[in-house]
């Protein structure tokens, strides 16, 4: 007999997002992804001065600012004409490298882990290690007091490593442990990093249109640079083995290939590698249908023509539907008929699209990352790559650019002294169009300006949580994570923590996507789960 399981909210995600499954059979059969707040962004903008949305733009969330930033200045950068200086190039190049570091590290070890780890493990720990002393006491302490926080509570699982019984012992567990409290330090270091040349974080005032903010120094060139190579020591020796600990249990193989979304994969693309954007060292393109080893790379132009946003399902009016972003309009409807989300569902050519760290990894077919996939048997068939790929994506792009990062830092240097902003971008026209379209952490987001009479006469924002979390278009059609939920393994309806882990491995961002509290639920059976 099918049951209705409604995660409301689903919590160690930013914003909040309501996830109803239908299970039947030990597996799910039917989901449906509901952001439950309301985003009025947009809206705010009319009528303000163009660079007013670089700084709005950045509030959208407090975990993204730095991506939201840096897609307002390439929209105004293309609706002024600028040509963007090499070291404004670099400097975001690096800037947003250092955030993409901080973010994935952030994922993994405070947002994902627990999914994976019994942090109770500690209190058994006998080693000499002093955070996880610390840790260990404190665990006691709580646990004497009938208060295990801050680790809990939590979905009960028989596969987590160290529990009694589980996956994997208690001296792994309590090493993942103090890698999460080392991440902490790490985190710190890659904001530090990019807070040298863009002031502070989060919202910075280090970006502009036409360029940045802050000249490039062999002072702050070499602080920058430091900070790099602490964290690529770090990336390489623990973060990325971590990954590769976790997605070789047995118990978690299945893991490999549950929670596929379809097949579609999209990136923009992200750190530009010459002036005029063409090449990039994350490319631009799509995989179509699973034909992951047959990329198309169709530039972002005709990437952004075939954008449109579906509102069957969301709670905007009718004029609103299949829009192309250039000429969208944000109109909220209130108890709409057969709506439930505030998130519209962007679709390319008809089709749902995954965006972020695996569609991206998988568009560049980078060999290393392509090996560890094809070792995982992830390249026979069925070709379908579910929750822990993402999380091995995510980490393998911070090996990438933990790496690459000093060698653009070196390019930065060979350039001081140069120009770090166009003029023109302070020259508003009185009608221009632009857009900004980047790939953050999450993945492909998009910024639209229409300035007109030199005020914002239309601004759209399509961000990665709005592509994944998508609710049903008006097709019928499932966004990915609705997708990714079918089929997924549920053997406990009391505890349905695999529903967690594949939700969690896209790194939702309501707040990017959605913003004033909708109080209407009807779950069936709910969970609150930290």
């Not at 993994?108 to 994976?116: I, M, N, R």
């Not at 997708?483 to 923590?497: E, K, M, R, T, Y």
């Given at each position: ?26 597996r ?149 442990v ?36 802050t ?55 992200a750190?530009d ?38 509102v ?5 009016t ?14 909220p ?50 070709l ?24 653009w830092t ?20 009185d ?27 239309n ?40 529903v967690a ?11 990017c ?7 209407e ?10």
């Amino acid at each position: 007999m099918a049951e209705i399981i409604s995660i409301d909210p689903l919590t160690r995600i930013e914003g909040h997002l309501r996830i109803d499954v239908e299970v039947e059979g030990g597996r799910v059969v039917d989901a449906w992804s509901s952001g439950t707040m309301f985003r009025g962004i947009e809206m705010l903008l009319q009528d303000k001065h163009p660079w007013d949305a670089q700084q709005v733009t950045e509030r959208i969330c407090g975990v993204c600012p730095l991506v939201h930033g840096t897609a307002s200045s390439y929209a105004l950068d293309d609706a002024t004409g600028v040509k963007l200086p090499d070291n404004a190039r670099l400097i975001r190049n690096l800037t947003l490298g250092a955030n993409f570091i901080q973010s994935h590290v952030l994922h993994f070890y405070h947002l994902a882990a627990l999914d994976y780890v019994d942090p109770l493990a500690v209190a058994d720990y006998t080693g000499s290690s002093l955070p996880l002393i610390t840790l260990r006491d404190k665990f006691r302490r709580l646990a004497a007091e009938k208060d295990p926080y801050f680790f809990l509570p939590r979905y009960e699982s028989p596969d987590y490593i160290g529990q009694p019984g589980g996956p994997g012992d208690p001296d792994l567990a309590c090493e993942l442990v103090s890698h999460y409290v080392q991440a902490l330090e790490m985190r710190k270091k890659a904001q530090e990093a990019l807070t040298i040349f863009y002031g502070r974080m989060p919202s910075f005032v280090g970006t502009v249109p036409g360029g940045v903010t802050t000249k490039p120094t062999i002072s702050n060139t070499t602080a920058f640079k430091a900070r790099m190579q602490e964290l690529q020591q770090w990336v390489n020796d623990v973060y990325w083995q971590d990954i590769l600990t976790v997605a070789q249990v047995p118990e978690y193989q299945e893991l490999l290939r549950a929670g596929d979304s379809g097949g579609n994969y999209l990136a923009y693309g992200a750190f530009d590698l010459d002036a005029a954007g063409k090449d990039k060292f994350f490319p631009t393109g799509l995989i179509i249908g699973g034909d992951v080893l047959n990329t198309r790379k169709p530039g972002r132009d005709e990437i952004a023509k075939q954008i449109t946003e579906s509102v069957q399902h969301s709670w905007y009016t009718p004029e609103c539907e299949g829009l192309n972003p250039r000429e969208g309009k944000t109109e909220p409807e209130l108890g709409k008929k057969d709506a439930y989300s505030f998130l519209k569902a962007p679709r390319l050519g008809g089709r749902p699209m995954e965006v972020g760290p695996l569609a991206r990894q998988l568009v560049m077919q980078e060999p290393g990352f392509m090996s560890l996939v094809d070792r995982l048997g992830l390249l026979t068939e069925p070709l379908e790559f579910g929750i822990l790929p993402r999380h091995a994506a995510r980490a393998y792009e911070a090996v990438l650019l933990a790496a690459k990062l000093p060698e653009w830092t070196d390019e930065l240097q060979a350039g001081i002294g140069g120009d770090i902003w166009d003029p023109k971008g302070a020259e508003i026209p009185d009608e221009s169009y632009g857009k900004g379209m980047v790939d953050g952490p999450r993945g492909a987001l998009g910024h639209w300006i229409h300035i007109q009479g030199k005020t914002i006469g239309n601004y759209q924002c399509v961000v990665p949580t709005t592509w994944n979390a998508s609710p049903r278009d008006k097709s019928g059609n499932r966004g990915p994570i609705e997708s990714s939920l079918v089929g997924l393994p549920v053997p406990d309806v009391d505890n349905p923590i695999n529903v967690a882990r594949c939700v969690r491995s896209f790194d939702p961002c309501i707040a990017c996507a959605v913003h004033v509290i909708h109080p209407e639920h009807n779950g069936v059976k709910e969970f609150r789960i930290i």
